[in-house]
């Protein structure tokens, strides 16, 4: 597994506590689920969800879209920005 960066803007930021973690992960799906269970109580980790549920995300600036997020295979020392959905479009 390589070490990759999440990194959270607007609510995504506010409910993950920091602008952005290290995590260890092969896909997509792996570093959002470590992110996930860094977030500790059940309750912080329920609202975590909620916001990346309704997210989009980009891999090295490249847009995820429709694709699963098993399916997206991360480099080492990819970037993965988390975009939760901004008023004003």
């Known amino acids: 597994m390589g070490m990759v960066t999440v990194r959270y803007w607007a609510a995504a930021k506010q409910v993950a506590g920091l602008a952005e973690e290290k995590v260890s ?21 329920d609202a975590f969800d909620a916001v990346l549920a309704r997210s989009s995300f980009l891999v090295d600036g490249a ?6 997020l098993d399916s997206v295979h991360l480099p080492d020392a990819a970037v993965i920005e988390v975009l939760p959905p901004f008023a004003g479009g």
């Open 25 to 45: 992960a092969d896909t997509l799906a792996e570093a959002l689920a470590a992110a996930s269970t860094a977030r500790g109580p059940a309750q912080a980790v």
């Open 63 to 68: 847009p995820v879209g429709s694709r699963a």
